[in-house]
């Protein structure tokens, strides 16, 4: 009997690099079935799904040893949504793939309408893309994919750059059409909860590109867990439990865990404020061209702070996070750096003070080498050769990044990107680092090991000003919390406070860690 899909002793090597990035891949993956593929950052995750996808090396050039066994009809969806759209508009977004399928124009209506009924885009069919939320984004490139009838659906971090309803919102919709279609699904994710509760299959991987695990996901959990904990990939908070048993149990042992974890977050937590301040706004008014994102925007971020930047995709978050260094300008109103106005800075003096991290890493690239493209700032400023060589090679090795030495920034994995974006902007250790989305992508070794230093640098007096979806960073690193809603800040203060405010998360879509929904949803169920 042919294989459905897979390979055998399959090996994927970049032109540009010495050694594979997967080594000897066995796998047969059967139709129907949905399987989670694990892995740290740069082990090779998405190189498997675009070899099997066709993509390599149909699309992107590289030695591909061994057999793969592809389906002729595969749909991909990526983590950036506006990469895959051509269109404008929802409905013409939709009917590209279908003519692709050669669909008759006449058919086109109502099949677009059935589509879109499938993925839950509730809107006008005439809705601009571009107006479209995150989450919604994801369910028109979904809707797309299935428009061209795949026998095979990939997903490669569908959910990174969501926020936590979209992404709870996405999970919940793949799970039901794979339920109702039986499609099959391959998925590669840092985030579990959700998703892993509903796939069939767990292949893990290790940091050679091999595979280390396959087969029932709570058994891999069980048996690889060690493995799994020491190379950093993430596990689920609450998989293989049942949550309402959590909830009802209070002696169930995640139950403690969590009890213990908020008495423990309420003492140790302090009330911000205590230092000079070194941002001010007044009344400040951000947007694109005529359209106001959020306005009449007053805060104060004091030295050596921790802030948190939070709200739904779309709230605005990146652009004010921009704005506060003129990456973007603000349309009203006043921003002050140290006392001194935005607008009287210089850019050399600024930049001085100052640095920016990108969502998108690869915006910050500009040289052919991991090396140089730490080393720019250095030569920028003249430095002294032997001090930008210490400097630059105490800075790969602080981010795991030493053995890419030579490697070209845009060849990296995602993870690898990003801690290379992070790097490239801790040179001159300013008093000030905007970060946005610092930690998506990223293994939990090297997301856990990216904020260790941050927090050493907050440590010694730098301001950290950070836009995340995570609401456990949020928790476990955050003095105050600035929350974005319906255009307007709608909240500054603690993370407890907001995590506390059960009324708050729900106008505002958040989902706060377990140890807070726990104690909300206990409240609920005592009180029926």
């Not at 990174?160 to 039986?182: H, K, S, V």
């Not at 007053?298 to 652009?319: A, D, L, P």
Request: charged share 25%.
């Amino acid at each position: 009997m042919a294989m459905f899909l897979g390979c055998k002793e399959l090996s994927v090597r970049f032109y540009h690099r010495s050694e594979n990035v997967l080594t000897q891949i066995n796998l047969a993956i059967h139709k129907g079935e949905k399987v989670l593929v694990l892995g740290p950052s740069g082990s090779g995750k998405s190189t498997l799904i675009s070899t099997l996808a066709g993509i390599i090396p149909e699309h992107v050039e590289a030695e591909v040893n061994g057999e793969v066994f592809r389906r002729k009809a595969v749909g991909v969806m990526f983590q950036d949504p506006d990469s895959q759209f051509c269109m404008l508009h929802v409905d013409e977004e939709i009917a590209f793939s279908l003519e692709n399928q050669s669909i008759p124009r006449d058919e086109m209506d109502t099949i677009i309408a059935d589509l879109m009924v499938k993925v839950g885009l509730n809107i006008d069919k005439k809705t601009p893309i571009e107006a479209l939320s995150g989450g919604m984004k994801q369910r028109l490139a979904l809707a797309c994919l299935l428009a061209l009838e795949p026998e095979v659906l990939f997903f490669d971090e569908p959910t990174a750059q969501l926020d936590p309803e979209g992404r709870e919102g996405i999970f919940a919709l793949l799970r039901q059409i794979g339920e109702e279609t039986n499609q099959t699904m391959i998925v590669v994710e840092h985030v579990l909860d959700g998703c892993i509760e509903w796939m069939d299959r767990v292949i893990i991987m290790n940091e050679h590109g091999q595979i280390m695990g396959d087969g029932e996901p709570a058994e891999m959990l069980r048996l690889f867990s060690n493995q799994m904990q020491e190379a950093g990939i993430w596990r689920p908070k609450v998989y293989p439990e049942k949550w309402d048993d959590v909830v009802r149990n209070p002696s169930h042992p995640l139950a403690i865990n969590l009890s213990k974890k908020l008495e423990l977050k309420r003492l140790e937590e302090t009330q911000y404020g205590n230092n000079d301040v070194v941002i001010q706004t007044e009344q400040v008014e951000i947007g694109y061209g005529k359209k106001t994102i959020v306005e009449d925007i007053n805060v104060t971020i004091h030295k050596g702070e921790w802030v948190s930047i939070v709200g739904q995709n779309g709230s605005g978050k990146s652009t004010f996070l921009q704005s506060l260094l003129r990456l973007v300008a603000s349309q009203k109103g006043n921003v002050h750096i140290q006392d001194v106005e935005l607008k009287k800075w210089s850019e050399r003096d600024l930049y001085e003070q100052a640095g920016f991290v990108f969502q998108n890493p690869e915006w910050q690239f500009i040289t052919d080498t991991v090396f140089e493209e730490v080393a720019f700032g250095g030569r920028q400023r003249n430095w002294p050769e032997e001090l930008i060589q210490e400097k630059t090679k105490q800075l790969l090795q602080e981010f795991s990044l030493e053995s890419y030495h030579d490697v070209h920034p845009f060849t990296l994995s995602l993870g690898q990107k990003r801690r290379l974006s992070v790097a490239t902007m801790l040179w001159f250790d300013q008093a000030l680092l905007l970060l946005d989305e610092p930690t998506f992508g990223q293994d939990e070794k090297t997301a856990q090991e990216l904020l260790k230093r941050l927090k050493e640098r907050q440590e010694q007096g730098t301001t950290i000003i950070m836009v995340t979806h995570d609401m456990d960073v949020v928790d476990d690193f955050s003095d105050q919390v600035i929350l974005f809603h319906n255009g307007r800040v709608t909240y500054q203060g603690t993370p407890t406070g907001l995590f506390s405010d059960q009324t708050r998360l729900h106008e505002s879509a958040i989902i706060p860690p377990l140890h807070y929904k726990l104690m909300h949803e206990r409240k609920e169920f005592i009180s029926v």
